[in-house]
């Protein structure tokens, strides 16, 4: 699948990271993550569904914000959890 066959693709805008070293949760709890996403809606980095808190996922069902990006060094895609679509 790509980009266009997601509505929420159309309204994303860069939004900077909140916590640019970490998952925001996992640092207030001095927890470990395994990879971590951006909130392209508000800039939350949580960390991913491998990881112990899957802090990306909780945002998601907290807010109704659907687009995370990749925040790992050398990825370049999108995963829309409204339409469980992913692209680049």
Known sequence: MNEGSCVH??????HAPRTPQ???????????????????TCGHV??????KN?????????TQHPVMSSFQPGEDWKWCYVHQIMWE
């Open 22 to 40: 970490g998952c925001e949760e996992c640092l207030a709890i001095g927890e470990g993550w395994v990879h971590l996403r951006l909130c392209d």
């Open 9 to 14: 693709a159309r309204s994303l805008h860069h």
């Open 54 to 62: 899957k802090h990306a996922t909780k945002h998601f069902h907290a």
């Open 46 to 51: 949580g960390c991913c569904d491998s990881s």
